[in-house]
């Protein structure tokens, strides 16, 4: 089967400025891809370039077989897209909501509305004022919204932000429900355990796209190796190892030190720093590589 979602030197510009720049990617049917990168990136440029909300300066994209730029009006009604902005009405129940969407895409089927409200656990809270809704529950109604349609592509553009932990698995429970049922997820976040979830990560940064793979893959090839370090104080143990030469990057994990250094640098090297300005080092040991440290070390 062909990809699902196909970029060729995909790119945008405003002006001088360019938002994306020559993006090339595919997606597989049934794959929850998610899309990382600092804001500003260029990722939900991309979404909206893809959905035919924008028209790109360069480059072309096929989504299910369309061509965004000329077929646009009949690709949306095949894909779902929930926005990072709340654009659902206040005023108006959960399920009003709901049955006014349905109606944009022409389902009069009730039963239809109903399957969904049950899909996403909204069927006790139909009668509820969406203004009276929390945070991860309006969350629930926006996917809610991208899916009555039953679309076979959905974005999901940062799905999850402002929502608590728990209510944040239980989002990413519905959309791996989706995606059992043939269902394909593109997923902006910027959320380093929610990327763990996709089957494919991309990174992007100022307008590039970096890298894809799986999470496993991208941690393998992650350009050096992390060591944890206990010590103290560590404010100044950060200093100092960022000034070792072959250090990439060191941050604050906690109640230690997380290092990504090149592969020639040992921990003598690293404790000897440490030492040498004075600092007690409790312990110093290599770590597995995590998302985050992939991220950052591309961001």
């Known amino acids: 089967m062909s990809a699902v979602i196909l970029t060729e030197n995909l790119t945008r510009r405003f002006g001088d400025f360019v938002a994306v720049d020559h993006l090339n990617f595919s997606i597989e049917p049934g794959e929850v891809v998610g899309w990382l990168g600092p804001n500003g990136c ?25 061509d965004p730029v000329r077929q646009a009006e009949a690709l949306r009604a095949r894909v779902g897209y929930m926005s990072q902005r709340f654009v659902l009405y ?8 709901l049955v006014f969407y349905a109606g944009m895409y022409g389902i009069q089927k009730q039963n239809q509305v109903w399957d969904v409200l049950e899909q996403t656990g909204l069927a ?42 728990v209510a944040r698995r239980a989002f990413w429970d519905l959309i791996y429900a989706r995606a059992a049922g043939g269902v394909t997820v593109m997923v902006t976040t910027h959320y380093m355990d929610e990327a763990e979830y996709c089957q494919r990560v991309g990174i992007m940064r100022a307008g590039r796209l970096l890298a894809v793979d799986t999470p496993a893959g991208l941690k393998q090839n992650l350009a050096g190796q992390v060591w944890e370090v206990f010590t103290a104080p560590l404010i100044p143990a950060l200093e100092t190892l960022q000034a070792v030469p072959g250090v990439l990057r060191t941050g604050l994990n906690s109640d230690a030190l997380r290092v990504v250094a090149q592969p020639h640098v040992t921990r003598e090297q690293l404790a000897a720093a ?20 992939v991220f ?4």
Do not use: C
């Open 42 to 66: 260029g990722k939900t440029t991309t979404i909206r370039m893809l959905l035919g909300l924008l028209l790109p300066s360069g480059g072309r994209a096929e989504v299910l077989g369309y």
């Open 90 to 97: 206040t005023d108006l129940t959960v399920r009003e909501n």
């Open 124 to 165: 006790d809270a139909a009668g509820t004022r969406t203004s009276d809704l929390p945070v991860g529950w309006r969350q629930r109604l926006s996917l809610a919204v991208a899916i009555v349609h039953r679309p076979s592509l959905l974005f999901l553009d940062e799905p999850t932000s402002g929502v608590d932990p």
């Open 274 to 293: 440490l030492v040498d300005a004075g600092l007690v080092v409790e312990r110093l040991e290599r770590a597995a590589p995590t998302l985050e440290d």
């Open 296 to 299: 950052l070390a591309f961001a």
